[in-house]
C-alpha cells in the first residue's frame, strides 16, 4: 500500500484546508486510517481516525475544527481543518492500518500545513 498526502499550505489563523490522501496498492487490506501531525519541537500527536465502518475520533485539539471522512470507491481520506491556529502548524502524515492491526502499517510522506496569526 502506497499512501500519497497532499493539500497543505500556509493560511491565516482562521482559516481552513483540507489534507487528502490517497491510497493505491492493496487497498483491499486497509482498515483504518487516519492522521498524525508533528509540530515542531513536539511529540507526534495523533489527530483523527477513521474506522472501516467510518467511526471517527479525534483529538480534543481537533474536536469540533477537524473533519476526517473518506471515499471509499476513491481510495482516499480527507482532513477537513477549519479554524486554523497557529499552534496546528505541523507536519501532517497519513496512516492506513490492515484489520486487526492497532497501530500504522503504512504512512504517507507528510504534508506540512503552516498557520500564521
Known amino acids: 500500500v502506497q499512501l500519497q498526502a497532499s493539500g497543505g499550505g500556509r493560511v491565516q489563523a482562521g482559516g481552513s484546508l483540507r489534507l487528502s490522501c490517497v491510497a493505491s496498492g492493496s487497498v483491499d487490506s486497509i482498515h483504518d486510517m487516519g492522521w498524525y501531525r508533528r509540530a515542531p519541537g513536539k511529540q507526534r500527536e495523533l489527530v483523527a481516525t477513521?474506522?472501516?465502518?467510518?467511526?471517527?475520533n479525534y483529538a480534543d485539539s481537533a474536536k469540533g475544527r477537524f473533519t476526517v471522512s473518506r471515499d471509499i470507491p476513491k481510495n482516499t481520506m480527507y482532513l477537513q481543518m477549519n479554524s486554523l491556529k497557529p499552534e496546528d502548524t505541523a507536519v501532517y502524515y497519513c496512516y492506513a492500518s490492515r484489520s486487526g492491526y492497532h497501530y500504522p502499517n503504512y504512512w504517507g510522506q507528510g504534508t506540512n500545513v503552516t498557520v500564521s496569526s
Open positions: 477513521i474506522t472501516g465502518g467510518g467511526n471517527t
